[in-house]
T-cell receptor, first 117, second 112 residues
Framework: GAVVSQHPSWVICKSGTSVKIECRSL??????MFWYRQFPKQSLMLMAT?????????EQGVEKDKFLINHASLTLSTLTVTSAHPEDSSFYIC?????????????FGPGTRLTVL | AQRVTQPEKLLSVFKGAPVELKCNYS??????LFWYVQYSRQRLQLLLR??SRESIKGFTADLNKGETSFHLKKPFAQEEDSAMYYC??????????????FGQGTILTVHP
């Protein structure tokens, strides 16, 4: 149980376009999801905390108008990279806080590789 | 602000040798520490947490508040232990509840 999926697993887009990444909790409801960015062989950097039914909380230095987060249901959060540029190319990972009795555990998605040309 | 430091980016050992992956933290509150592992081409997954004081796949980690450390240890490394290991600290209550701060990660390679 407690599986998190991401779609797409990889995407290539042109500079200036927008890209949407979905994060789904498949077999549990997640009121809180987290979005991370990971550079090659480096750590995960938390971008924002997504709470169902409310606005996301962004970390310092993360542009909320560029990285739009929507958590419209208990099983889905989306990250939209608007007007993407090559420097936005990265590996984006989401996680969901676990179901009841496992809420102190985060379950991670497989990640989405974004390449902006 | 909280901080997690893993001083070794790379760690190589031979099969059967003991292994210790270091993790130090700084946090003003009462810390909750975790170790996550990422095997090649797989997603990040929880290895163990200090609260449960459990041993997973032969790994153990003890929280040392005096030294602000949470080192991961295994007495006899196996080739399948080769992976990226992340130490993480979870904030307490309030609006930051659940937020994880990760260390830089240590790539463990176990040679045959």
């Amino acid at each position: 149980g407690a599986v998190v999926s991401q779609h797409p697993s990889w995407v290539i887009c042109k500079s200036g376009t927008s890209v949407k990444i979905e994060c789904r909790s498949l077999d549990f409801q997640a009121t809180t999801m987290f979005w991370y960015r990971q550079f090659p062989k480096q750590s995960l950097m938390l971008m924002a905390t997504s709470n169902e039914g409310s606005k996301a909380t962004y970390e310092q230095g993360v542009e909320k108008d560029k990285f739009l987060i929507n958590h419209a249901s208990l099983t889905l959060s989306t990250l939209t990279v608007t007007s993407a540029h090559p420097e936005d190319s990265s590996f984006y990972i989401c996680s969901a806080r676990g179901p009841a009795s496992f809420t102190d555990t985060q379950y991670f998605g497989p990640g989405t590789r974004l390449t902006v040309l | 602000a909280q901080r997690v430091t893993q001083p070794e980016k790379l760690l190589s050992v031979f099969k059967g040798a003991p292994v210790e992956l270091k993790c130090n933290y700084s946090y003003s509150g009462s810390p909750e520490l975790f170790w996550y592992v990422q095997y090649s081409r797989q997603r990040l997954q929880l290895l163990l947490r200090h609260i449960s004081r459990e041993s997973i796949k032969g790994f153990t980690a003890d929280l040392n508040k005096g030294e602000t450390s949470f080192h991961l240890k295994k007495p006899f490394a196996q080739e399948e232990d080769s992976a990226m290991y992340y130490c993480a600290l979870r904030e307490g209550g309030g609006t930051s509840y659940g937020k994880l701060t990760f260390g830089q990660g240590t790539i463990l390679t176990v040679h045959p």
